[in-house]
Every structure is written in structure tokens, then in C-alpha cells.
């Protein structure tokens, strides 16, 4: 970056960024119908890598014809969005468990209250049941960084919380947390980053001595 560039603020880089790349506008202007899925550049811009507020953003990569966000260059183990429905938020997710298996013909037994009803999942889908639970919980959200301490970043892409950000540990089925800034308001993609862009600004101008 040039020393002239250095000198404009990060909040202003990143406007002129949005206006050029066609993200400028609320998240209900870039929405089309069924669920809510963003349209335009959006996931392809948050998806190119590097460094952020986490320990590294995940990586948008064209994988054997299909996109899928990479992290730490593991081709082998992509994260593919599904965007058939909407991302189901913590409190949600049990009954949306419950639904799934008796869509599929199979009434539910009692929830686990560690991993709610995995164990129906598997009785219900013989040994594709663990692979349907683990997506269907990740539906209409993007892996997007490693959090450092076991904690993972999500994206979330299709619903009414689209743009907003989960944090998630790497664990069976841990809860979905809300990022919130000070005041405690929700994280979007947007704050999050140039909250981080901000901060590493003034450090840069304001090195401690």
C-alpha cells in the first residue's frame, strides 16, 4: 500500500471497497426469495482468505466443479454451503431434528442432552445418518475461521440472520454464539472486520513502547 493509501482511514478504504466490489447497500437489498440467499459477489468476496480478526479467514476454492471454503489448504475436507433452507439458530435445533426424522418416516425417541438425537439420526439413516445430522446443522451457513482455542467462526448466508456471525466450538454439537461488539450488539460480517481493521490501525499509528 502506498503511504497516501496508509493514510486513509480503514473505515473509508473499506466503503470505497464495497462501492467498487457492488456490496454497498443493507443486507434486505442484496436478498432474493427462497430463504433469504444473498445474490452478487457477497460469498466469493468474504471468501478470499488471509488474515483477519480471527486466526485466518477460510478460502473460497473451485473444488472437482464445486465451491468450497477450505481452511489451512485442506482440499480434502471442504466445507460446501448448503443453501436449500435457512440456518437454524441454537434453540431452534432440536425441533428441527425432530422434523427431519419423521419427514423421513422414523418417530424420535428421547433427546440426549448432549447430542440431542444423533443417535435417532443414525437408526434413521443407517450410516449416512452422522454426515446428515452434521450438515443439516451447518445448512445456509459458511465455516469462515478458525477462532483459535478449539473455537470455530461462522457465516451465516440464508435466513433472516444472514450476514450476522456464530461462534462455535469443535466439539458434537456445541451451541451457535452471537458475536457482539461492546455495546452488545450482533456482528455482521462487516463490523467484525473493520472493528478488526480499526484496531490494528491504531496500533499500527500507536505502537505501544
Known sequence: ???????????RRWERYEHASGLVGSPGTRRRGGGGRLSGPWPRTVGAGGPGPALQLTSLRRIDGTWGWVWDDDEDRPWLLDSSGPFVETEDWADRQTATLRAAGYEPTTR?????????????????????????????????????????????????????????????????E????????????????????????????????
Open 178 to 209: 452471537p458475536y457482539v461488539d461492546a455495546r452488545g450488539n450482533r456482528h455482521t460480517f462487516r463490523t467484525w472486520y473493520l472493528e478488526w481493521l480499526e484496531r490494528r490501525e491504531t496500533a499500527t499509528r500507536w505502537p505501544r513502547g
Open 112 to 176: 440426549d442432552e448432549d447430542d440431542d438425537y444423533l443417535d435417532d439420526y443414525r437408526k434413521a439413516f443407517g450410516d449416512a445418518g452422522d454426515e446428515a445430522w452434521h450438515l443439516e446443522r451447518g445448512r445456509g451457513a459458511i465455516h469462515i475461521s478458525a477462532n483459535g482455542c478449539v473455537m470455530t467462526g461462522w457465516l451465516i448466508v440464508v435466513g433472516p440472520h444472514s450476514r450476522e456471525l456464530r461462534d462455535r466450538a469443535c466439539a458434537v454439537n456445541p451451541p451457535f
Open 1 to 11: 500500500m502506498s503511504a497516501a493509501g496508509a493514510r486513509v482511514p480503514a473505515r
